[in-house]
């Protein structure tokens, strides 16, 4: 089949069919998706109209023209696929029986299509709703249909165990059912395999190794969950009665893993919310068993769907403490993968929802007074910052320092932090004699810039009659609006400077980040969504023509190169659902995401097979600096998801929101440009250093080349391969 799913009517459709199955639990892993299809198949007639089911929803959705990528991820297969087992568990076959479920099939597609427009508009998924409603149409519905006839499945459990597997199967299954284990690992597997319609315990515990296998949290957090609503039964007096009949403790296993680690980010607040929910499920599962028992209705997932939708609307309601716990955003399809990502890229990546500020001057001046300063800067106006201008000796004036003119920063320009509307100005306050102030108009001349709602920056100290602008003008990031004075409460010339939430000058000061500059204090430094501190030297991030063009990376660009052992490798810029741009290695199947802003170039995740060269290439230009600046070197943390060793990640994924024992920290290092006649190329070196309790277990190491406008060379110098990439 054509690689090119535009190409193609039913691209990845075994995929898409692997997907159906895992994404009952969340999933997308090949190994589970086969667990759970073989497990499906131990009653027969279940597993064959669950099966057909997935195929005629998943048919019909490349032929309606619905989505692809939710079509391969399952999104549109999974509710289907529930309404097939269960509608195979309880009805014989015959050809009545296939006709009804080509059709409950169809009614159970276009409800997930239903519900996943009406609920996508508030953040909310449709978990099993469809599921829910189809199978219990055909379970009223079938009261008045004749044809259908009551299966005995399930009856003859150990002939249909005995026909899958013979007598090893067999002994196999006694030898489990025989363990003398407490009665709550027995009801937890049982109920595992109730979300197949199938409460048995060794198909539980096939189960729970698909779940291990998947993700080491879901596993902790689906026992975690069923083991409080065990213990919440025993205590409050509950009858056990509600877990053992037809094993609806799923209800507990799903939603633990849901807001403990799928949409929610694994933390502690997670596990918390896990343990409140439980109470709220048992009161549920019980009112629902007696409203819809006398109508000989199942009560299924219903406690589920209604505890995680009504939690995640909740959630997203929030107005503050947006950690505790915090939403997934990226969703990566197992917990591990999002837990490691956002303690990664939750400050690596904040600018992607902040407006990017820059310093409002050019070239490096000195914090003087930052937040909490020892003249002003107090209170309710503490998050601000007064900058001046020094010399290489780190002074601020010449000579004697008695005028105005003898400091450095006295007439120098203010710019516009961001783009933005000017709201309000004063600029006819005389600046003050070295050492005088003027307390009455503490501001001195003042402009303040709107820049969306809800945040505005002031600049004030200004020059009498530097004032560029006028009120209600827009400005663009950059723009000269005055010049640096002495006016107001100010001793000597120097730019205050603050972030507010209101128009008003003098208004109280909001703490927030500039989007990104360079410090040299201790040698060169660049800073992403920071503040600086007091006595740093600072500057903006000057960009760099020839990096910025290499790095601009258009969808539908082809990157090619050949490699020193002549092997022609080429990868291609596209974009997803999300419109988040990748690169994508067809050769390997590989992806990874990338992002830009002015200042940076940096990747987000990566997807495929690890012994790609794409990979080699996400690690060593995991994160670029824009600008030429020779000798500057900047460091970062990757996520845990890229950790070389399988073992040491598996054991650390059980305890990760807890705490964290492996580490892996990139470097990068602008090379000095050597002497040249022609174009000089800009070159990095990065590094790779992965920790296990802070020691290092191994490196990697890589060399980045750019010149006339393009990336020209990639090196890869690795213990067991040394390569070069050549652009062509």
Sequence with gaps: MISDKNH????????????????????????????????????LNAGLSGLMAVLIANTTAYLIGLNREHIINGFYGFNPLLVGLGYGISFQPGVSF?????????????????????????????????????????????RSINQLELSEGGIYFLNELYQLGGFTLLDLHDWF????????????????????????????IVISLSLLIWSRLAFVLSF??????????MVVGASLNDLTYSYIGFNFILTSIAIGGFFVIPSVYSFLWVIISIPLLAFLQITASSLLTPLQLGVLSLPFNFVVISFLFVFRLRERYFDKPALVYFQQFQPEKNLYSSLINSQRLAHLERIPMKLPFWGFWK???AFDGKHTHKDAWRFAWDFEFADENGKTYKNEGLLPTDYYCFGKPVLAPASG??????????????????????????????????????????????????????????TQLANCGNSG????????????????????????????????????????????????????????????????????????????????????????????????????????????????????????????????????????????????????????????????????????????????????????????????PIIFNTQLDFSVFSKTLSNRSYQISFEAGELSRFEIKKVSQHLILYRV
Aim: one cysteine or more.
């Design 489 to 680: 409460r100010s001793p000597y010339p120097h730019l205050h400077f603050q972030f507010q939430t209101s128009s008003e000058i003098g208004a109280h000061t909001l703490s927030y980040p500039f989007a990104a500059y360079l410090s040299k204090n201790d040698g060169l430094q660049f800073h992403s969504s920071d503040q600086p501190k007091l006595n740093d030297l600072v500057c903006n991030q000057l960009v760099d023509d020839t990096l910025n063009r290499a790095l601009h990376f258009i969808p539908g660009q082809t990157l090619k190169f050949e490699t020193s052992a002549k092997e022609l490798i080429s990868w291609e810029v596209k974009t997803d659902i999300f419109n988040q741009s990748y690169l994508a290695c067809d050769q390997t199947k590989s992806k990874a995401w990338f992002g830009r802003k002015d200042d940076l170039f940096y990747f987000t995740r990566f997807e495929g097979n690890k012994k790609s060269l794409l990979y080699d290439f996400y690690l060593g230009a995991y994160q670029l600096v824009t600008g030429n600046n020779p000798g500057l070197t900047i460091q970062e943390k990757l996520s845990l998801n890229e950790f070389p060793s399988a073992e040491l990640r598996f054991l650390q994924d059980f305890v990760s929101p807890f705490y964290r024992f492996l580490a892996i920290r990139f470097e990068a290092t602008q090379l000095k440009a050597k002497q040249s006649i022609g174009d000089t």
């Design 177 to 204: 059912e025989q363990l003398p284990w407490p009665e709550v690992f027995k009801l937890y597997f049982r109920s595992l395999g109730a979300i197949f319609f199938q409460p048995h315990l060794f198909i539980g």
């Design 8 to 43: 193609v009517m039913f691209p990845q459709f075994g995929q898409g069919i692997l997907n159906s199955y895992t994404q009952i639990f969340f999933a997308k892993n090949k190994w589970m998706a086969l667990l759970l299809l073989a497990v499906s198949f131990v009653d």
């Design 367 to 369: 914090v003087t007074q």
């Design 224 to 233: 975690l969950g069923f083991a409080c609503a065990y213990l919440f039964y």
């Design 421 to 478: 509307y000017v709201m309000e100005i004063i600029g006819e306050v005389d600046d003050n004699a070295i050492g005088d102030m003027n307390l009455r108009q503490n501001w001195g001349n003042s402009i303040v810039i709107s820049h969306g709602e809800g945040l505005f920056s002031q600049v004030s100290h200004l020059q009498k009659g530097s004032i560029l602008v006028h009120k209600g003008q827009y400005v663009e990031q950059g």
């Design 98 to 142: 296939f006709i009804i479920l080509i059709f409950i099939t169809l009614l159970t597609l276009f409800s997930s299509i239903l519900l996943a427009g009406l609920l996508s508009k508030y953040g909310l998924p449709y978990l099993s709703l469809p599921f829910l409603i189809g199978f219990w149409i055909i379970m009223l519905s079938s």
